[in-house]
């Protein structure tokens, strides 16, 4: 048995969230969660102490948690984003995208609570500037993050003996971005968002905060480029 504390990160086959595995990865034994078995595995064949975890987060069940008595660190980085305006935007864009960036982060989060509590553990949520502000074409997606802010707060005062800690990232080099880009029908400027291993050193800050300190809430913005 490891001595050594576990995080289990989501949406880690790419972007944000294989870039958090690789920063706890010196420090953690991981499990990596998402639905691409196939690129979990490469991800964690990199990383000393790491195992996929592939799953339906939108499906998660207490057989998928079996066995996962004792958790330090839970960080959910999946998410999906269809921007539309509000009149072009029909139900089940809204649906899919709450079941997707909320419904399963609180269900995978109440899942593992007796996990956490046993390791007084830390839940950390990438949330985005969508979270803090909403712009025309993003009223979904803006709405899910909210909604993931307002999670975020309640399970903070809810739960006093972990740490609830929100990342509010601005624009990030990934796949995801260049999907929201040619939604866009813009161009794409890496040079002009935040690399994903940046919003995974804010991560890392908030894990790695002194026993005493309680890191709530980060915004990391590209510096020069979009805030969301």
């Known amino acids: 048995m490891s001595a050594r504390p576990t995080a289990l990160v989501t949406g880690a086959s790419r972007g944000v969230g ?35 975890w592939p799953v339906e987060l939108t499906a998660v069940t207490e057989a998928d948690v079996a066995g996962i008595d004792r958790l330090d660190v839970l960080v959910h ?16 864009v809204w649906r899919r995208t709450m079941d997707v960036n909320v ?20 839940v950390v949520m990438i949330n985005s500037g969508a979270g803090q502000r909403a712009n025309p074409a993003w009223g979904s997606y803006a709405a899910s993050k909210f ?26 080099d990934t796949d995801m971005q260049r999907g929201v880009r040619a939604q866009e029908n813009g161009s794409y400027e890496p040079e002009r ?8 050193r804010a991560v890392l800050a908030a894990v790695t905060a002194s026993p005493d300190a309680h890191v709530t809430d980060i915004t990391v913005r590209p510096v020069g480029g979009p805030a969301s």
């Open 18 to 52: 294989a870039a958090v595995a690789h920063a706890l990865a010196p420090t953690h034994d991981l499990l990596l969660g998402g639905r691409d078995a196939e690129a979990l595995a490469k991800v964690a064949a990199g990383l000393p102490g790491a195992r996929p």
């Open 77 to 92: 980085s999946a998410g999906t984003v269809t921007l539309g305006r509000i009149a072009e935007t029909p139900a089940e």
């Open 103 to 122: 419904i399963a982060v609180a269900e995978l989060t109440r899942l593992l609570l007796p996990a956490l509590r046993a390791a007084h553990g830390q």
């Open 147 to 172: 909604a993931l802010r307002a999670l975020a707060d309640a399970l903070r005062l809810e739960e006093p003996g972990l740490r609830v800690t929100t990342v509010y990232p601005g624009r990030v």
């Open 193 to 200: 968002y935040l690399a994903p291993d940046s919003v995974a």
